[in-house]
């Protein structure tokens, strides 16, 4: 059987399950892995059976709960590389201390090498730079701790993983029953990705967090059986929400978020009707309401929804959605 499951779509967490033969793979991790396992057993999915998370891209409502859920279960986790990197850099703690705070720690170190000395300045510890911040690693190689001392017990990183696996868009790859074919999309993330999955003859396309749809991604939105597609925010609501101008400017820039307007662009002239499903994801709780999307969506479609054909259903935040089978 394949099985597509919307677990959770928005600002606030996005996840699914794609399921085919004997594969499970989670499409990113959103969730925290307690939300992620609830809404999983909802729907009739055992975490247990995840074979593998596979990752859009690296903004924390697609990635919130992934270093977690993926010890959980011990199971890989698939990046672009620079994916991977940004994720890294955006979790590991950056500890800093302002300049008054070296020079003390200076005093206090020297002062401990020689308890009998009057040091008012530790002129040995000087640093490479005199800026308001100084970091805590160039500081560990100019100022040595005091012999004997036992040093602190570093945390437990943050991005470890039980296994990282690279892909790169427009290279297919294989996990499990599952082919997958990554595809470049235009958001302001490192190397953000949508996918097409395909498993025993059925193809499914996930294309999110997108500011426009390029070639490319009409390309690879063909010829699916299912297809989830960003409606993200309704013009007219974004424009006169609560959004600072500058997210209102991000969201609408080429690198933002879908409207239900450019959704039901491609759905009336791009889009060749082939799928049995239409699913809209990513809806703004701020900027949209789900019925503008549909109605959007729907006026669109211009009456080629049925049963049979081009279904429509909405991915929303707070609950998972009913699995697509197939």
Not at 60 to 85: N, Q
Not at 196 to 222: C, H, S
Request: hydrophobic share 40%; glycine share 6%.
């Amino acid at each position: 059987m394949v099985r597509f499951t919307v677990l959770a779509s928005g600002s606030k967490g996005n996840s699914t399950v794609v399921t085919g033969g004997e594969t499970r793979i989670l499409v990113d991790a959103g969730l925290s892995c307690r939300e992620l396992f609830r809404r999983m057993k909802l729907v009739d999915e055992d975490p247990a059976t995840l074979d593998a998370i596979i990752v859009t891209h690296e903004h924390s409502d697609h990635v919130a709960g992934l270093a977690v859920t993926a010890r959980k279960l011990g199971i890989p986790v698939y990046f672009t590389e620079a994916t991977h990197r940004a994720w890294v850099r955006w979790l590991s703690p950056r500890k800093q201390m302002t300049y008054a705070q070296w020079l003390e720690q200076c005093r206090q170190q020297a002062a401990a090498r020689m308890p009998d000395a009057d040091l008012p300045v530790a002129d040995d510890c000087d640093p490479e730079e005199s800026n308001d911040t100084i970091e805590l690693a160039a500081i560990a190689e100019e100022c040595e701790p005091a012999p004997k001392k036992k040093k602190p017990e570093l945390p437990k990183d943050p991005t470890t993983l039980p296994s990282v696996e690279y892909f790169e868009a427009g290279k297919p790859l294989q996990i499990g029953d599952i082919s997958v074919s990554p595809f470049t999309i235009p958001h302001d993330a490192a190397d953000p990705v949508g996918f097409v999955f395909q498993a025993e003859g059925v193809r499914m396309a996930f294309a999110t967090d997108l500011g426009y749809i390029p070639p490319n991604v009409k390309a690879q939105l063909k010829s699916v059986d299912l297809l989830l597609l960003e409606a993200n925010h309704d013009l007219e609501m974004l424009r006169d929400g609560p959004y600072p101008w500058s997210v209102k400017q991000r969201v609408l820039s080429r690198v933002g978020h879908l409207s239900n307007e450019a959704a039901a662009t491609y759905l009336e002239s791009e889009y060749d009707g082939q799928a049995a499903y239409v699913v809209l994801g990513h809806l703004s709780e701020s900027n949209n309401l789900p019925e503008l999307a549909r109605i959007t969506a729907e006026r669109a479609l211009n009456g080629r929804a049925s049963l049979l054909a081009n279904r429509l259903l909405l991915a929303l935040q707070h609950e998972p959605l009913a699995s697509i089978c197939f």
